[in-house]
């Protein structure tokens, strides 16, 4: 059992026989005990954030697949947050093609409704996302929020090619 004993002193005077005062310290630790178990139980503990993501399968076989151009919309995510699409065949890719948006005022959600609204088989619309080697994780993030915003449930992450860097490059200069 814990326990606190007061001394009283004497000044040299008479003084009455008083019994120590003796205050068992037993029942507060039990308290304490109580409340850190109470809160412990009792709190919600926070819930790690998590991006649902998954690969494609690892098939020995490399199949290319072509989407129709008209089904499809390209974002390249560029330095400083800066977004940059287009809707054209690679073919016919020049730079002209390569517009800016911006997350501001919905600009990225809008653009991607007014491609899908556009899209003859809106069901196969897909959109590409292809990050530059210098654009910041914060932008893949903010693009990614941007598709559960817009219910797009067709999207992929690839690599920019040789043309798509040139333009880029052009672009940011």
């Known amino acids: 059992m814990a326990e606190v004993q007061i001394k009283e002193q004497s000044n040299g005077k008479k003084t009455q026989n008083k019994k120590p005062i003796r205050v068992d310290m037993t029942p507060m630790v039990d308290l304490g005990f109580l409340l850190i178990t109470f809160f412990m139980f009792t709190t919600n503990f ?8 998954s690969n494609p399968p690892k098939n020995p076989t490399h199949i290319e697949t072509h989407v129709d ?6 974002f390249i995510l560029g330095r400083d947050g800066r977004v940059f699409y287009y809707q054209a065949e690679k073919n016919d890719l020049n730079d002209n093609s390569l517009t800016e948006v911006s997350f501001d005022k919905a600009q990225v959600a809008k653009t991607i409704e007014a491609a899908k609204a556009n899209a003859p088989k809106k069901e196969n619309f897909t959109i590409i ?11 893949m993030v ?5 598709m559960t915003i ?7 992450i690839a690599e920019m090619n040789d043309k798509e ?9």
């Open 69 to 74: 151009i008209r089904n499809s919309i390209t």
């Open 129 to 139: 996302i292809k990050p530059a080697d210098d654009s910041q994780y914060k932008t």
């Open 46 to 53: 926070s819930k790690p954030n998590a991006i649902n993501f």
């Open 142 to 146: 903010d693009m990614l929020d941007e």
């Open 150 to 156: 817009t219910k797009s449930e067709k999207y992929g």
């Open 165 to 173: 860097k040139e333009l880029y490059e052009k672009k940011v200069q």
